[in-house]
T-cell receptor, first 115, second 116 residues
Framework: EPEVTQTPSHQVTQMGQEVILRCVPISNHLYFYWYRQILGQKVEFLVSFYNNEISEKSEIFDDQFSVERPDGSNFTLKIRSTKLEDSAMYFC?????????????FGPGTRLTVL | AQSVAQPEDQVNVAEGNPLTVKCTYSVSGNPYLFWYVQYPNRGLQFLLKYITGDNLVKGSYGFEAEFNKSQTSFHLKKPSALVSDSALYFCAVSPLGTSGTYKYIFGTGTRLKVLA
């Protein structure tokens, strides 16, 4: 069964450093998402991506964040200058897009720790 | 503001007993409703969804959920709990809007503990 994969599983970085979180969505999916879950809190929407552009972003997704689909298979989330409060589990998700009510398929997550 | 509430942080149930995990939402229109389960060190796994039609929907692993429009609730249920059902359960709502992104708004999660 196809699945969404994410690398790395755990990333430790120093405050102010740039990080790139990588995701490989399911191959025929058209909609891509990033969510984050701060420890002990709920999963929050960050951004959605469709047709090679951002379709919606949350208030959390400020100028420090960017997304890219560089090669038609990978989907990346970049944080330019990490802050302590960026420490969280980041989930990538994808959705087929063939129907408006397809569910999203989630990857296992990347745990980001900012020191 | 749009929101999803899961009023119980934890639900304990004995194996073999029925379980209910509650979810209510405050979202305009007729959103799509979903339940996901998260096991330790794993991603979110889809359990079931309500789009339209019959208020009782059936999903994976014997789970079902009951949609109640007047109470804006979507409670997850299972007739007979298994120890292996112990996990973190998330209710998610996908508002229908002009952006067409179908993003999820999640509840805070409910930890289900099934006792042998």
């Amino acid at each position: 069964e196809p699945e969404v994969t994410q690398t790395p599983s755990h990333q430790v970085t120093q405050m102010g450093q740039e990080v790139i979180l990588r995701c490989v969505p399911i191959s025929n999916h058209l909609y891509f998402y990033w969510y984050r879950q701060i420890l002990g809190q709920k999963v929050e929407f960050l951004v959605s991506f469709y047709n090679n552009e951002i379709s919606e972003k949350s208030e959390i997704f400020d100028d420090q964040f960017s997304v890219e689909r560089p090669d038609g298979s990978n989907f990346t989330l970049k944080i330019r200058s990490t802050k302590l409060e960026d420490s969280a589990m980041y989930f990538c998700a994808s959705r087929p897009g063939t129907s408006t009510y397809n569910e999203q398929f989630f990857g296992p997550g990347t745990r980001l720790t900012v020191l | 503001a749009q929101s999803v509430a899961q009023p119980e942080d934890q639900v304990n149930v004995a194996e073999g007993n029925p379980l209910t995990v509650k979810c209510t939402y405050s979202v305009s229109g007729n959103p799509y409703l979903f339940w996901y389960v998260q096991y330790p060190n794993r991603g979110l796994q889809f359990l079931l969804k309500y789009i339209t039609g019959d208020n009782l929907v059936k999903g994976s692993y014997g789970f079902e959920a009951e949609f109640n429009k007047s109470q804006t609730s979507f409670h997850l249920k299972k007739p007979s709990a298994l120890v292996s059902d112990s996990a973190l359960y998330f209710c998610a709502v996908s508002p229908l809007g002009t952006s067409g992104t179908y993003k999820y708004i999640f509840g805070t999660g409910t930890r289900l503990k099934v006792l042998a």
